[in-house]
T-cell receptor, first 113, second 119 residues
């Protein structure tokens, strides 16, 4: 089955700096890669996703890059703000109906002002 | 947009009690729903895949007799934690995708989760 590795486990940055979180996956058939932000005690919130037919996707301060050959994908947050502080999870899955998301272990991002 | 409702949001009960958690897709149908468990400061771990009208598929290490899953309709899946013990205390969360839409357009929708505390 799929295995997703995520690094780093914790990341501290100053407000305005960039933050990068990296994930690798094992199943070469995976083709959907979402990123979630989770605040304490709440559901994960989808912040951006990418499918294997593209190498990069951007939404304002957030971007995701995908390297299918190397089986890794990364989340980039620019101009970080204190409200970006949260736990971020990457995930991977195949696109067939009924296929679950497999999550990385998470990264706790702390943005200090 | 698509909404998944999960109930209850918080349960505190005594050891040995069985607890049922409901997961409903409110405005779409889902032949498949997923149940995850999240311990404090850890990731979401897939427990099982719930299939409408058939048996659930459990992940390795998850006891199917302890975590009973029923998916009797296209909008409802239930997870029953039987004879719960303190080690079962966790955050349980379900998810589903609107399978009436092309996969490429639809992310997974998560419920709000159920915090289960066994005394």
């Amino acid at each position: 089955g799929e295995n997703v590795e995520q690094h780093p486990s914790t990341l501290s940055v100053q407000e305005g700096d960039s933050a990068v979180i990296k994930c690798t996956y094992s199943d070469s058939a995976s083709n959907y890669f979402p990123w979630y932000k989770q605040e304490l005690g709440k559901r994960p919130q989808l912040i951006i996703d990418i499918r294997s037919n593209v190498g990069e996707k951007k939404d304002q301060r957030i971007a995701v890059t995908l390297n299918k050959t190397a089986k890794h994908f990364s989340l980039h947050i620019t101009e970080t703000q204190p409200e970006d502080s949260a736990v971020y999870f990457c995930a991977a899955s195949r696109s067939q109906a009924g296929t679950a998301l497999i999550f990385g272990k998470g990264t706790t991002l702390s943005v200090s002002s | 947009g698509a909404v998944v409702s999960q109930h209850p949001s918080w349960v505190i009960c005594k050891s040995g009690t069985s607890v049922k958690i409901e997961c409903r897709s409110l405005d779409f149908q889902a032949t498949t729903m997923f149940w995850y468990r999240q311990f404090p400061k850890q990731s979401l771990m897939l427990m099982a895949t719930s299939n409408e009208g058939s048996k659930a598929t459990y992940e390795q290490g998850v006891e199917k007799d302890k975590f009973l899953i029923n998916h009797a309709s296209l909008t409802l899946s239930t997870l029953t934690v039987t004879s719960a013990h303190p080690e079962d205390s966790s955050f349980y969360i379900c998810s589903a995708r609107d399978q009436g839409q092309p996969y490429s357009n639809q992310p997974q929708h998560f419920g709000d989760g159920t915090r289960l505390s066994i005394l």
